[in-house]
């Protein structure tokens, strides 16, 4: 036990003397900066209307850290966040039964697409369209989608507070339980009606994010559309907000010849590959529908389809999330992610900040009643056909 103590003491020394030594330098660099640091943590600690944690405060100054590169896809994670984030990028999540935009509308709302039926949030009321204005204490707009889904989601048969803005309404709030944990079914598909283009099979795919597992929900999927022969696929990466890169890649092999699907770039003009090396590309004419919710992944997907003339894009201008972030898990449990790099397309362009221009421009039907953008896609695989 003392040998034991004793190495813990020295491991602890250790730690105290690094962390003196480097206040020390940092003081010394930045003496204004760390007297100010000081000085207002001390003053919001004692002064503040109402009492404050010093762990409150020490969170919101790593959090500014994060803040002060004006990236929003650099953020901090404290650790309940970070585990929700991570069982979402496996694609095992409890939820409230919504799907939701990737990315932010007006940057001070997130937009539900569609509610699931016998869920939390069909039982407390939400409808599609409704716009989330705050997730428990916390405002969407002090937030990033990543972490506003992750808020969203939660253990089973606990409850999240939304503030809901819903057009002729006044904003309310809506108290929604969660789910229990379940696999995300991140990809659907099947065989399109027969009314939509009479006399032919039509195959239909939807992949709502890229997690860890959906490369194998795709295979599943587009097997059996194989095995019942369909003349032509109809990929729908609408309000795909992105995910894996090597999930995509996986994708990729089955809609894409062999070669390079994109180029990141790091810092200080590093560069690294990924290519595709096992192809299995499927034989069928191909249209893929975006909008302005596709981001990063879905971006990276659909724009090397249309580089590669290997299918054609409907839909409206992509989001234009051309950025790279690494995942740090930190020693507490926290989570840190760090934009590292930008990504380029097999012919070279970046899309960051521009998102890609679909080949037929089609806008989408806000009522929802009707699929514009589905119907042009029918319409020109008909002419391919």
């Not at 989601?153 to 379940?182: C, N």
Request: a negative charge; one cysteine or more; charged letters at 25%.
């Amino acid at each position: 036990m003392k040998n034991l103590l004793k190495g813990v003491g020295s491991v602890l020394l250790a730690f105290c003397v690094f962390i003196t030594g480097t206040l020390g330098v940092v003081t010394f660099l930045y003496p204004r900066q760390v007297v100010d640091f000081v000085e207002v943590m001390v003053h919001v600690k004692q002064d503040f209307l109402e009492p404050v944690t010093l762990g409150a405060l020490i969170d919101g100054a790593t959090t500014g850290i994060t803040e002060a590169v004006k990236d929003s896809h650099t953020y901090f994670l404290d650790p309940e966040a970070n585990r929700l984030m991570m069982l979402n990028n496996m694609g095992q999540t409890g939820g409230i039964g919504v799907t939701i935009d990737g990315t932010k509308e007006s940057e001070d709302r997130l937009i539900i697409r569609e509610i699931t039926p016998d869920s939390g949030a069909k039982a407390a009321g939400l409808k599609p369209g409704d716009a989330i204005l705050k997730v428990d204490d916390a405002w969407i707009k002090d937030l990033t989608v990543d972490q506003a889904i992750a808020m969203v989601r939660g253990e089973p048969d606990t409850t999240v507070r939304l503030l809901i803005h819903r057009d002729g309404e006044e904003d309310k709030e809506y108290v929604v339980k969660r789910s229990i944990m379940l696999n995300v079914e991140t990809v659907i598909g099947g065989i399109l009606k027969e009314d939509y283009l009479q006399g032919h099979k039509l195959g239909y795919i939807a992949i709502g994010s890229f997690a860890q597992n959906s490369p194998e929900m795709f295979e599943e999927v587009l097997t059996q559309l194989e095995e019942e022969k369909i003349e032509a696929l109809i990929l729908d990466l609408r309000n795909n907000g992105g995910g894996d890169v090597n999930a995509t890649v996986k994708i990729a092999s089955r809609l894409l010849p062999n070669g390079e699907l994109l180029r990141l770039v790091m810092r200080g003009g590093v560069s690294e590959s990924f290519q595709i090396t096992e192809s299995r590309q499927i034989k069928v004419p191909l249209v893929v529908l975006v909008n302005g919710g596709s981001a990063s992944a879905s971006e990276i997907l659909s724009g090397a389809i249309q580089d590669g003339k290997a299918g054609i894009l409907v839909g409206t201008r992509t989001y234009g999330k051309g950025s790279v972030q690494n995942v740090y898990n930190l020693l507490t449990g926290s989570g840190l992610r760090v934009t590292e790099g930008k990504y380029l397309l097999p012919s070279g362009r970046c899309i960051d900040g521009t998102g890609i221009d679909p080949d037929h421009i089609v806008e989408a039907d806000d009522s929802g009643e009707t699929d514009p953008q589905l119907d042009k896609a029918v319409e020109l695989i008909g002419e391919m056909l």
